[in-house]
């Protein structure tokens, strides 16, 4: 059974920066296929944040995807070793304030989904 477990989310002022991480368990991030990050903010539609798929054979490291929000600020990045998927997050600001989950497949965390972590970004 698969399992993903976040850290790293915390309260932020604007412009601020936070990096989340995501460890797999119960298989490698490249037997997932696609693992990546979605968010809901409370009374708002869950968005996909960034993803990471393996589907593609030639991009060996796999390729990334960012909802249009992003535009450049967000980087999801992997350590194989560790088993780990992060979401760098920079330039935030007061939307960017929702719970953040881990997921895989990265539209409905289907397979997998974590309990979430909470960002804020607040002056």
């Known amino acids: 059974q698969v399992q993903v477990v976040e850290s790293g989310g915390g309260l932020v002022q604007p412009g601020g920066s936070l990096r989340l991480s995501c460890a797999a368990h119960?298989?490698?991030?490249?037997?997932?296929?696609?693992i990546g990050w979605i968010r809901q903010a409370p009374g708002k539609e869950r968005e996909q944040v960034a993803c990471?798929?393996?589907?593609?054979?030639?991009?060996?490291?796999?390729?990334?995807y960012y909802g249009d929000f992003v535009k450049g600020r967000f980087t999801i990045s992997r350590d194989s070793a560790k088993n780990t998927v992060y979401l760098q997050m920079n330039s935030l600001n007061s939307k960017d304030t929702a719970t953040y989950y881990c997921a895989t497949p990265c539209l409905d965390g289907s397979t997998a989904r974590g309990q979430g972590t909470q960002v804020t970004v607040v002056s």
């Open positions: 990471l798929s393996f589907a593609d054979e030639s991009f060996p490291d796999g390729r990334k």
């Open positions: 119960g298989s490698t991030l490249a037997d997932l296929n696609e």
